[in-house]
């Protein structure tokens, strides 16, 4: 395995190989971009659907066929934002998507093989672009670029996780020479490999250490979670959206599940590699669920580490105790880093009032139940240390 087979580098992980202002959509497209680009006041002006249902159609479903992967992200980008500005930006939840939105980003959706809302990779891996652009992809050179009602909190909150998936690169790249490490049954390899990857994940941790900086849990709870629910367990749209002209839905509503940072592909690319497994419980079933949620490269990516990874059983038959050490460390930090996830589900959602349909506070974006099973899998991914382990 490399990470040049998954379109992936290790200075960018799962992010984009481009930076969302790059990316040039056609002339006729003007209106959907204006509206994007207008969206926070469009919001605020407490009708933004009056807006929306005077949007053309730029001809998606026929421009799809030759667009490339970064264009078809750039256009989902903003058909995301648009239509979840669309749902839940009015009192009133529409129990309909109307067919100038639902045909596009169901066109779109199509073509990339994910689902047709506002997916983590639209809201951060294909949203963000660098302030000075010979610089490093850090939190103080980048920028969130397509947003909700936009300001500090919203920015900071995309911007943690933009800087994590950065970060993480490294750590991806390792992975995939660990594999080639434990097929070798290369222990000085494996060793000095892991204990970077050590090294980058403490990174990742001191990253996610800092968003309260400019984040704060009410801001976040009142202002940025409403627009990133999906259709998905919620009491708004209990029988699911409709998709307004889309043949293959029948006229049915639809529950697909909402952005959230649990369609990041880090961890369990780590669950993969660690041979980390979880017992049946409504978290798991929901996270294998949004598997399907990430783009195609990330799922195979995901998909290879789990078929080829026996690092586990190498570390645990070399008997060598640097080499073990190496392997718990990693675990621990990601442990850590679930940890800290649990800090902030609680802090940021169930320690806010519940404030209206769409935001309740014991259910996740992506329209689970969550606080319970959260500590369960960071427990299960603690148990995984060998030294827990029988011989």
Request: aromatic share 10%; charged share 20%.
């Amino acid at each position: 395995m490399k990470l040049s087979d998954y379109a992936m580098t290790a200075e960018r992980g799962f992010l984009s190989p481009f930076e969302l202002p790059e990316i040039a959509l056609p002339d006729n497209w003007a209106p959907v971009l204006h509206a994007a680009e207008d969206l926070s006041a469009l919001l605020t002006s407490g009708r933004v659907r009056s807006f929306l249902d005077r949007l053309p159609d730029p001809g998606v479903a026929d421009w799809t066929k030759a667009a490339d992967d970064a264009e078809l992200r750039a256009a989902m980008v903003r058909y995301g934002f648009l239509i979840q500005a669309y749902v839940w930006g009015e009192a009133e939840t529409p129990a309909m998507l109307p067919a100038n939105l639902a045909v596009p980003v169901v066109a779109i959706a199509d073509a990339l093989g994910q689902a047709p809302l506002l997916p983590y990779s639209s809201y951060v891996l294909d949203n963000w672009a660098r302030l000075d652009e010979s610089g490093p992809i850090t939190l103080d050179n980048i920028a969130m670029v397509q947003t909700f009602l936009g300001g500090m909190d919203e920015n900071w909150f995309v911007l943690v996780h933009v800087a994590i998936e950065a970060e993480a690169g490294r750590a991806l790249e390792l992975a995939c020479e660990l594999i080639a490490c434990a097929a070798a049954e290369d222990v000085a390899g494996a060793t000095a490999r892991l204990t970077e990857m050590a090294a980058v994940w403490a990174r990742i941790n001191a990253i996610f250490d800092r968003m309260p900086e400019r984040c704060d849990p009410y801001i976040y709870y009142q202002r940025v979670r409403p627009f990133i629910h999906g259709w998905a367990n919620n009491p708004a749209l209990p029988k699911g959206l409709i998709y307004e002209g889309v043949a293959k839905f029948g006229g049915k509503g639809q529950a697909f599940r909402g952005q959230t940072g649990s369609q990041s592909s880090i961890v369990p690319a780590m669950d993969a590699l660690f041979g980390v497994v979880h017992s049946n419980d409504p978290l798991r079933a929901y996270l294998d669920e949004l598997h399907s949620y990430r783009p195609v490269m990330h799922r195979r990516f995901i998909d290879d580490l789990r078929a080829q990874s026996t690092l586990r059983a190498f570390v645990k038959a070399s008997g060598d105790a640097a080499l073990r050490e190496a392997f718990n460390a990693n675990l621990t930090h990601v442990a850590d880093f679930r940890t800290r996830h649990l800090e902030y589900a609680a802090s940021y959602i169930n320690k806010q009032a519940s404030s209206g349909a769409g935001n309740d506070p014991d259910v996740g974006t992506g329209g689970t139940p969550f606080m319970k099973y959260l500590k369960k899998h960071r427990d299960e991914n603690r148990a995984s240390l060998l030294e827990n382990l029988i011989a």
